[in-house]
């Protein structure tokens, strides 16, 4: 999980093909309705809604129900009052985990969250147990393949990137959050196509889990995806 969220950028570019797909269009759609109530409903205006809405497009939401999302978050719906939570914990082998959801019962959440991570070997964390640990940073994600990395490398770095790095999973290129906008318009102005762009908890300091550790975690991660309420996830493993 080289110490962030490895899964996020995947489970979007999957959720199509996912038969639970309805699932993952009502986190993005939560995702949507929170960012359009925070700063309106022009993607122009609103850098965070334009990301949750550049997720329910990669998604293949349709487009209804993303003007439908946007409505809620603009006083146009009557659903509930949703708001974002932050959970702290921890999973295999004491591995560090944030979980971020969106809510509208925070009773509930709380205590799916919990009996989640406890079935998995995890705990529950008081607040600062964990968050001490990571920082916020801009993320963007690109393929690696045909990516001519030198002039990335330069168009990123000329727009304030300040770490990039490759993997099994492409190219991850990391900022200060408030110039994640201005970073992702440089490099697709460069003609590179930005697969994912969110502000995420990245962790400071990582930690090696065994084979069989890494296997209880991805199991954990994949019980969390099942709860509608939590957005995303991150942690401090390898």
């Not at 959720?15 to 699932?23: L, Q, R, V």
């Not at 700063?39 to 487009?63: E, W």
């Not at 990245?202 to 994949?222: F, I, P, R």
Request: with cysteine; net charge negative; aromatic share 6%.
């Amino acid at each position: 999980m080289s110490g962030h969220s490895k899964w996020h950028s995947i489970k979007y570019q999957k959720a199509a093909a996912d038969a639970k797909k309805g699932a993952v269009f009502t986190r993005i759609g939560r995702n949507i309705t929170v960012a359009a109530r925070e700063s309106g409903g022009n993607p122009d205006t609103n850098f965070k809604l334009r990301i949750a809405m550049d997720q329910a497009r990669s998604a293949n939401m349709p487009k209804d129900n993303i003007e439908r999302a946007i409505k809620r978050g603009t006083g146009e719906g009557s659903e509930n009052a949703l708001q974002e939570v932050l959970f702290e914990g921890y999973g295999p082998a004491g591995a560090a985990i944030i979980i971020k959801a969106v809510t509208d019962n925070n009773k509930r959440t709380v205590s799916d969250v919990r009996h989640t991570l406890n079935k998995s070997g995890g705990s529950l964390g008081e607040t600062n147990s964990v968050l001490w640990n990571f920082e916020l940073k801009g993320v963007i994600r690109l393929e690696a393949n045909n990516a001519d990395k030198e002039r990335l490398e330069l168009a990123a770095i000329d727009a304030g990137a300040d770490d990039i790095r490759s993997d099994a999973d492409g190219i991850m290129i990391t900022t200060e959050p408030k110039n994640l906008q201005k970073l992702k318009e440089a490099l697709e102005k460069n003609e590179f196509s930005c697969e994912y762009a969110d502000v995420e908890y990245v962790a400071k300091n990582t930690v090696d889990l065994s084979e069989a550790e890494k296997n209880k975690l991805a199991s954990l991660t994949e019980a969390l995806d099942e709860l509608e309420d939590v957005s995303d996830y991150y942690t401090n493993a390898k």
